[in-house]
């Protein structure tokens, strides 16, 4: 595609943008009487109009129906995640069965990791990325001690080569190679938070699988971001928030992925909960633990409906849209975005620098301006730009395809432009 920066060119985009209309259907902040230039939908999504709708049916349900709204709502409150569910097997890649949404994101990768970091004296090693979110390297690190084991010895990190700030794919699986006679998993984020690197997780599962080792992934970043092909990849199990890209709320309901072929294996350990067992005969209250055999076995407790009732609000948007047709707009925007600071920092003589990859990475910026760049960041935002600061020196950038514009970004260039 080719760009110009320029306000005609943005609006035509736009014209013939299909998804065009999906930004109407999202609250979009103002500041100054004006709408934001919002470019945070990598921490926190925006609000879809049709939000409190789904939330206020639930609370009219409750209000009228008490404690057989579990039964008699309409949307029963008993089975409610399996009303996620095929919006989200769409949304990674998966069969319904492999998927279930439960928890927060660190909930769920403790849960999963009970079950697929099995150390022995051999093998006990964990391959994660380096710079990795921080939650994620506190559940490791937390884990492998559990198991009686130095996170010196058995975390293994994987860095950028010295001067540069992504991972080379041959690295990762190098390092894999060199540890595969100790390594127990390998576990890391699908994109790199702070780079917006996308890591090529099919190629790491099957490494991983090679040396013997589990393979799961992080998607906080990925999940309604980028394509994903969880049951195709065969990777053993993921976990994901829906705050970010899936628009949920503050704090909502995780999700969880583990792969169809571990659904039977019983000899799997895991911290069992009520949610988890037969449905059939769950209120039996039987003392027996009988898993069902899909990944809701993982499941410890039942629904919380008004938080899944707003995720549901956007998976339904997401269905209508289609992973397919956000993923070409957002290739398309965040090009857009690229080529826009790329501009500026030539005609302006700056020395700042993208250190997002052009190729492998979803609906990000990082965009490195050093320490001094935080009067940058804070004067983007008295301008009306909502982006992300990282310590040490990158403000994030995100155009989200459902909400953002070309005109969002050409604004955006035109603010950037004018900072002295």
């Not at 790199?192 to 099919?202: A, E, L, S």
């Not at 309604?224 to 309901?253: H, M, Q, R, T």
């Not at 398309?332 to 700042?352: D, M, P, Q, R």
Request: proline share 5%; hydrophobic share 40%; aromatic share 14%.
């Amino acid at each position: 595609m080719h760009f110009e920066f320029s306000k005609n060119f943005a609006e035509i985009s736009d014209k013939s943008d299909p998804l065009a209309s999906f930004r109407n259907e999202f609250y979009i902040p103002e500041k100054n009487g004006k709408q934001v230039i919002y470019f945070t939908g990598n921490s926190l999504g925006l609000q879809p109009k049709n939000t409190e709708k789904y939330i206020l049916q639930e609370l009219d349900d409750w209000k009228a129906l008490g404690v057989e709204g579990h039964v008699h709502a309409r949307r029963p409150w008993m089975p409610y995640h399996e009303f996620l569910t095929p919006y989200m097997a769409e949304i990674v890649g998966a069969k319904n069965e492999e998927v279930v949404m439960m928890n927060q994101l660190t909930v769920n990768l403790h849960l999963l990791l009970v079950s697929f970091y099995k150390p022995t004296k051999k093998k006990f090693k964990i391959i994660t990325e380096g710079k990795s979110f921080p939650s994620d390297r506190y559940a490791l690190e937390s884990q492998i001690k559990f198991h009686g084991f130095d996170p010196k010895d058995a975390l293994i990190e994987i860095f950028p080569d010295e001067g540069e700030y992504i991972i080379r794919h041959g690295k990762i699986l190098q390092t894999i190679e060199t540890h595969k006679n100790e390594l127990a998993l390998v576990m890391m984020g699908g994109v790199n938070y702070y780079t917006g690197q996308v890591f090529n997780m099919k190629e790491i599962t099957v490494a991983a699988h090679r040396a013997g080792a589990y393979c799961g992934f992080d998607l906080a970043h990925a999940a309604g971001n980028i394509p994903l092909f969880l049951n195709e990849w065969e990777v053993d199990f993921a976990c994901w928030c829906s705050y970010k890209y899936l628009n949920s709320g503050p704090g909502s309901v995780a999700g969880a992925f583990v792969h169809e072929k571990h659904h039977r294996n019983f000899v799997l350990p895991l911290f069992a909960g009520w949610w988890g067992t037969n449905k059939s005969t769950r209120f039996q209250m039987l003392p027996q633990f009988d898993p069902i055999p899909t990944a809701e076995r993982w499941q410890l407790s039942n629904a919380p409906i008004f938080s899944m009732a707003a995720c549901l609000a956007s998976l339904e948007i997401f269905h209508r849209a289609g992973m397919k047709n956000l993923f070409e707009k957002s290739t398309k925007l965040t090009g857009y975005l690229e080529y826009v600071i790329n501009y500026v920092i030539k005609e302006k003589n700056k020395s700042w620098q993208i250190i997002t990859p052009s190729e492998n990475r979803g609906c990000q910026i990082s965009l490195l301006v050093g320490e001094k760049g935080k009067d940058l960041f804070e004067y983007l935002e008295k301008n009306g730009v909502m982006a992300d600061w990282r310590e040490p020196g990158v403000i994030r950038l995100a155009p989200v395809p459902l909400y953002n514009s070309f005109s969002d970004i050409f604004r955006f260039g035109e603010i950037l432009m004018d900072y002295k």
